[in-house]
């Protein structure tokens, strides 16, 4: 990047002039105020220690940090804790065992059910009794493959409970992704259901495992629970009925404390190579980055509040912020089974009115096919409970970070946009509701406890105004430990980069504005070289978003003999703005051009019906810039719809 060309780019990046102060009622009232800066920098270890004791210890910690063999760090050493007790004994020998836990909604309209903190003690505590009996002792391995079903957290629980780390592996995955995790870690005992309900129809799961064994010899046993009493193949000697050996097992069960580095779950993510890697933390420090940042980041009152993550458990934000923040905390939470806008488009809005949610959780992703459709959907229900919104998985641009806040927050609430990562464990870089002037489009600062910056290519921090690495400069207690059985690999993909000092390497790119808020660009390979000017697809999206015409936009870089690559970019349009047509397409082109720079115009502009998006919403950009780059379209099996490319392609060859 020279110096030139990216402070041309991030000037036109800085246009973005709208604030939005904390509400003062909540700021009065906020659990965390601007002090807590201060007081992490004075002394981080005191204050993540002060964190560690919101928890319960069978043993208190004899070392806070010990760095002694670095990357490898660990946190609350000597220390001993259970992370099951932690989420939920302990709140019902509190007295708060009346509390409701979950109210869970099912995808079938009446199928809901509230579970309060006594009745999932019980029930964790009799599905770890069943998993000692099928041979699981601490330290063995256990994969769950679960739609989102209340038994699918109390298998989480079950496991951390008795000190076998589970694998969630998203029921949305096929066999060979089961297989393949199953395999790298090892897992004696999966634990899924006949299938789960999916668009108002019954779909399978059970087979996928069935067919995962016979790819894999590890597996032992498999525990299923009865969601849909759909027909399902049984092997006598692996398979158990849940109804069978949990419902009979006993409620008592003494939680054992284990070590603070016991590992908790290892949870897969894809890497820039085939083979996942599989994240692995522990217990202690994971906990109490988990519970602190749940407290900090959304202002979290457990007496009153009603927080709802729209997460999958198959997914690291499920992990932190359904199971193990949220239940260490002790709040009353919304767990729903199914998609967004099944039976109706209007059912997650229609859910926070019925539970009266103060605190929701979603993606960008989410947040811009709302946009698409409009507000009258939403504004057919009334959210005035909501106090906090939060955002996270991908930069959330402006345009929908506005229209959140307007249509589903009526412009009080304030937006949390949470950069972090599975690697990370918790939120790393947020605005603090009770604090935080917010800047649509940034995650602001790193919060308490937590040192990030943006370095350039040697490590050094960029002055304001500028763009580079996103790094974490010093360990931080939920931190991966390691990546599974591939210790080598956890060295060179995140330490190696700046080895000398000591830096984690996120993978990000961001900027940092006049102020010195960071703006997270994206993944570094999704950053463009145009003409030697380093161009954000992200920061296209963005322009692209923001004219009204538009309901979702993905930019690649295609690769281009005059300029190295060049921009190309695929549109999703507005319902109301009809098919496009050529007139749209050079109108989109002068948009950007006017928003960003003439640097930044797309070559290619293209309307399609859909953008292809894994099963977590991502887009995958790399089948795009096959398309852009008219190669033969890869690898499509990790799409969530893998018919979307036909689409896309028809549409290009009909010359739209
Ligand atoms: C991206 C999800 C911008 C980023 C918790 C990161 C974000 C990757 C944000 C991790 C955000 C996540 N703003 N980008 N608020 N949150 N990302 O492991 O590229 O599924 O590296 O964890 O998502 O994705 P992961």
């Given at each position: 990047?020279?110096?030139?060309s990216?402070?041309?780019?991030?000037?036109?990046?800085?246009?973005?002039?709208?604030?939005?102060?904390?509400?003062?009622?909540?700021?009065?009232e906020?659990?965390?105020?601007?002090?807590?800066?201060?007081?992490?920098?004075k002394?981080r270890?005191?204050?993540?220690?002060?964190?560690?004791?919101?928890?319960?210890?069978?043993?208190?910690?004899?070392?806070?940090?010990?760095?002694?063999?670095?990357?490898?760090?660990?946190?609350?050493?000597?220390?001993?804790l259970?992370?099951?007790?932690?989420?939920?004994?302990?709140?019902?020998?509190?007295?708060?065992?009346?509390?409701?836990?979950?109210?869970?909604?099912?995808?079938?309209?009446?199928?809901?059910?509230?579970?309060?903190?006594?009745?999932?003690?019980?029930?964790?505590?009799?599905?770890?009794?069943?998993?000692?009996?099928?041979?699981?002792?601490?330290?063995?391995?256990?994969?769950?493959?679960?739609?989102?079903?209340?038994?699918?957290?109390?298998?989480?629980?079950a496991?951390?409970?008795?000190?076998?780390?589970?694998?969630?592996?998203?029921?949305?995955?096929?066999?060979?992704?089961?297989?393949?995790?199953?395999?790298?870690?090892?897992?004696?005992?999966?634990?899924?259901?006949?299938?789960?309900?999916?668009?108002?129809?019954?779909?399978?799961?059970?087979?996928?495992?069935?067919?995962?064994?016979?790819?894999?010899?590890?597996?032992?046993?498999?525990?299923?629970?009865?969601?849909?009493?759909?027909?399902?193949?049984?092997?006598?000697?692996?398979?158990?009925?849940?109804?069978?050996?949990?419902?009979?097992?006993?409620?008592?069960?003494?939680?054992?404390?284990?070590?603070?580095?016991?590992p908790?779950?290892?949870?897969?993510?894809s890497?820039?190579?085939?083979?996942?890697k599989?994240?692995?933390?522990?217990?202690?420090?994971?906990?109490?980055?988990?519970?602190?940042?749940h407290?900090?980041?959304?202002?979290?009152?457990?007496?009153?509040?009603?927080?709802?993550?729209?997460?999958?458990?198959?997914?690291?934000?499920?992990?932190?912020?359904?199971?193990y923040?949220?239940?260490?905390?002790?709040?009353?939470?919304?767990?729903?089974e199914?998609?967004?806008?099944?039976?109706?488009?209007?059912?997650?809005?229609?859910?926070?009115?019925?539970?009266?949610?103060?605190?929701?959780?979603?993606?960008?992703?989410a947040?811009?096919?709302?946009?698409?459709?409009?507000?009258?959907?939403?504004?057919?229900?009334?959210?005035?409970?909501?106090?906090?919104?939060?955002?996270?998985?991908e930069?959330?641009?402006?345009?929908?970070?506005?229209?959140?806040?307007?249509?589903?927050?009526?412009?009080?609430?304030?937006?949390?946009?949470?950069?972090?990562?599975?690697?990370?464990?918790?939120?790393?870089?947020?605005?603090?509701?009770?604090?935080?002037?917010?800047?649509?489009?940034?995650?602001?600062?790193?919060?308490p406890?937590?040192?990030?910056?943006?370095?350039?290519?040697?490590?050094?921090?960029?002055?304001?105004?500028?763009?580079?690495?996103?790094?974490?400069?010093?360990?931080?207690?939920?931190?991966?430990?390691t990546l599974?059985?591939?210790?080598?690999?956890?060295?060179?993909?995140?330490?190696?980069?700046?080895?000398?000092?000591?830096?984690?390497?996120?993978?990000?790119?961001?900027?940092?504005?006049?102020?010195?808020?960071?703006?997270?660009?994206?993944?570094?390979?999704?950053?463009?070289?145009?003409?030697?000017?380093?161009?954000?697809?992200?920061?296209?999206?963005?322009?692209?978003?923001?004219?009204?015409?538009?309901?979702?936009?993905?930019?690649?870089?295609?690769?281009?003999?005059?300029?190295g690559?060049?921009?190309?970019?695929?549109?999703?349009?507005?319902?109301?703005?009809?098919d496009?047509?050529?007139?749209?397409?050079?109108?989109?082109?002068?948009?950007?051009?006017?928003?960003?720079?003439?640097?930044?115009?797309?070559?290619?502009?293209?309307?399609?019906p859909?953008?292809?998006?894994?099963?977590?919403?991502?887009?995958?950009?790399?089948?795009?810039?096959?398309?852009?780059?008219?190669?033969?379209?890869?690898?499509?099996?990790?799409?969530?719809?893998?018919?979307?490319?036909?689409?896309?392609?028809?549409?290009?060859?009909?010359?739209?």
């Open positions: 990047m020279t110096d030139s990216s402070s041309e780019t991030l000037a036109n990046l800085s246009t973005e002039e709208r604030r939005f102060e904390p509400p003062a009622d909540l700021a009065a906020a659990n965390v105020t601007a002090d807590a800066y201060d007081d992490a920098a002394d270890l005191a204050f993540w220690a002060e964190q560690a004791d919101r928890l319960s210890w069978t043993q208190k910690w004899d070392t806070v940090l010990d760095d002694s063999n670095p990357p490898f760090f660990k946190w609350f050493t000597g220390g001993r259970n992370a099951s007790y932690n989420c939920v004994d302990r709140h019902v020998e509190a007295g708060r065992g009346d509390k409701v836990a979950f109210h869970w909604v099912g995808e079938p309209v009446e199928d809901k059910r509230d579970i309060t903190y006594a009745e999932l003690k019980d029930e964790v505590c009799r599905a770890a009794n069943a998993l000692t009996d099928l041979g699981v002792q601490a330290g063995d391995r256990v994969a769950i493959y679960m739609p989102m079903i209340p038994e699918a957290i109390v298998a989480m629980l496991c951390a409970r008795i000190g076998a780390p589970h694998t969630v592996v998203f029921g949305g995955f096929s066999a060979d992704a089961l297989a393949s995790r199953i395999d790298d870690c090892q897992a004696k005992v999966v634990i899924t259901s006949d299938g789960g309900y999916r668009r108002g129809a019954p779909s399978a799961l059970k087979p996928a495992v069935d067919e995962a064994r016979t790819k894999t010899d590890l597996v032992e046993k498999v525990l299923v629970v009865r969601r849909t009493g759909q027909d399902v193949e049984w092997d006598d000697d692996t398979d158990v009925w849940w109804h069978d050996v949990v419902d009979t097992a006993s409620t008592e069960h003494t939680p054992e404390g284990f070590d603070a580095e016991h908790l779950y290892v949870m897969y993510t890497g820039s190579t085939g083979k996942p599989g994240i692995l933390h522990t217990t202690g420090g994971y906990l109490t980055g988990a519970s602190y940042t407290h900090a980041v959304f202002d979290l009152k457990p007496e009153t509040d009603v927080y709802w993550c729209t997460a999958d458990i198959g997914w690291v934000t499920g992990h932190s912020y359904i199971v923040g949220p239940l260490a905390n002790g709040v009353t939470q919304v767990l729903y199914g998609t967004p806008d099944s039976p109706e488009r209007g059912r997650w809005w229609q859910i926070i009115e019925q539970y009266g949610v103060t605190i929701f959780y979603t993606a960008p992703t947040i811009r096919s709302f946009m698409k459709q409009g507000s009258e959907v939403p504004d057919r229900s009334d959210m005035s409970s909501l106090r906090i919104l939060g955002s996270v998985g930069p959330i641009n402006p345009e929908a970070y506005v229209w959140y806040r307007h249509v589903i927050g009526g412009d009080r609430t304030p937006v949390v946009d949470t950069w972090w990562q599975t690697e990370t464990g918790a939120i790393m870089i947020s605005p603090l509701p009770g604090v935080t002037a917010g800047k649509p489009g940034s995650a602001m600062k790193a919060i406890g937590i040192d990030a910056d943006v370095v350039d290519d040697k490590g050094a921090s960029v002055p304001n105004g500028s763009g580079g690495y996103l790094v974490v400069t010093s360990p931080w207690p939920s931190m991966l430990r599974w059985g591939d210790d080598d690999r956890y060295v060179d993909t995140y330490w190696k980069m700046f080895k000398d000092l000591g830096y984690y390497f996120a993978g990000d790119g961001a900027k940092k504005d006049a102020d010195g808020d960071i703006w997270v660009l994206g993944r570094v390979d999704d950053v463009m070289n145009v003409s030697g000017h380093r161009l954000s697809t992200t920061e296209i999206e963005s322009a692209l978003v923001s004219h009204p015409k538009v309901a979702e936009a993905a930019v690649v870089g295609a690769k281009d003999e005059d300029t690559q060049a921009v190309c970019a695929f549109v999703i349009l507005r319902e109301e703005a009809g496009g047509g050529e007139d749209i397409v050079q109108e989109l082109r002068q948009h950007v051009r006017k928003e960003i720079g003439p640097i930044a115009t797309p070559r290619q502009v293209m309307i399609v859909e953008l292809p998006k894994t099963r977590s919403g991502k887009i995958m950009r790399r089948l795009l810039r096959d398309v852009a780059e008219h190669r033969e379209v890869g690898d499509v099996t990790t799409l969530a719809d893998g018919s979307v490319m036909d689409l896309i392609s028809k549409g290009m060859s009909s010359g739209k």
